[in-house]
């Protein structure tokens, strides 16, 4: 009988286990990425670069500057707001909130000299306006107060203080007198409080925000009056 041949033993297969990222492929990884953001960077700084080459400021004022596009000819206009002492919000709300009346109290006294002399805001413009004890006086020109002016203000431009304070003696008297001209960058209002101060008038106060601010809270005023 043949002799059966014997199956040659099942070899093993070994599982070889996943290898590591090596090094090399991280650092090529990393050099990838800083190469994407510095070619941001660049091109980033070459807008910008284009950008100022493209436009020149053609002209400055205090109301606007207006920038000139090379490429297009096309003329951009900005209007700038000069910055002060006073902030204006944009919504007519904020010119609603409530003032103390005893933080109030002060403006009723008199001023001891004219560097004490008050400036005040809207808030507490509107407050006195409301209380009936005082009296705005518009130290704008006559053109200006015609156009339009605070409701019940009196034009007492820098030039006639004098004579329209004997002219209004009875008006002012025991009022607390409040002038106000043409906002931030316009000190004519000073310039009469301080007169109507060394003519006798102790209880003055400056409406600092003036005619633009009480505008912008939309507080009664008078428009277009003919005089």
């Not at 009988?1 to 650092?27: C, D, E, R, W, Y």
């Not at 670069?49 to 400021?57: F, G, H, M, P, R």
């Not at 109290?105 to 400036?119: D, R």
């Not at 002016?149 to 203080?161: C, D, E, Q, R």
Request: hydrophobic fraction near 35%; proline fraction near 5%.
């Amino acid at each position: 009988m043949a002799k059966k041949k014997k199956k040659a033993p099942k070899k093993s297969l070994k599982k070889t286990p996943s290898s590591p990222v090596s090094i090399k492929t991280v650092i090529i990884a990393g050099i990838i990425v800083a190469a994407a953001v510095a070619l941001g960077m660049l091109t980033s700084l070459l807008r910008t670069k284009q950008l100022e080459k493209s436009s020149i400021v053609s002209s400055v004022n205090p109301q606007s500057i207006t920038i000139i596009n090379k490429e297009t000819n096309k003329q951009y206009t900005m209007e700038v707001k000069p910055a002060s002492g006073q902030i204006l919000s944009k919504s007519p709300a904020a010119g609603q909130r409530k003032i103390s009346p005893a933080d109030m109290k002060k403006y009723f006294k008199n001023v001891s000299s004219k560097e004490s002399i008050p400036h005040i805001h809207a808030q507490e413009a509107k407050y006195l306006y409301d209380s009936g004890k005082a009296v705005f006086i518009d130290t704008r020109s006559l053109s200006s107060y015609r156009q339009g002016h605070i409701k019940g203000a009196l034009a007492i431009p820098y030039h006639t203080t004098a004579e329209n304070a004997e002219k209004y003696k009875n008006v002012l008297k025991n009022k607390v007198l409040i002038t106000y001209c043409s906002g931030a960058g316009c000190h004519i209002s000073d310039k009469v409080a301080y007169k109507l101060f060394d003519i006798g008038y102790k209880k003055v106060a400056i409406f600092f925000g003036g005619w633009p601010e009480w505008n912008q809270y939309k507080y009664p005023v008078t428009l277009g009056e003919k005089k």
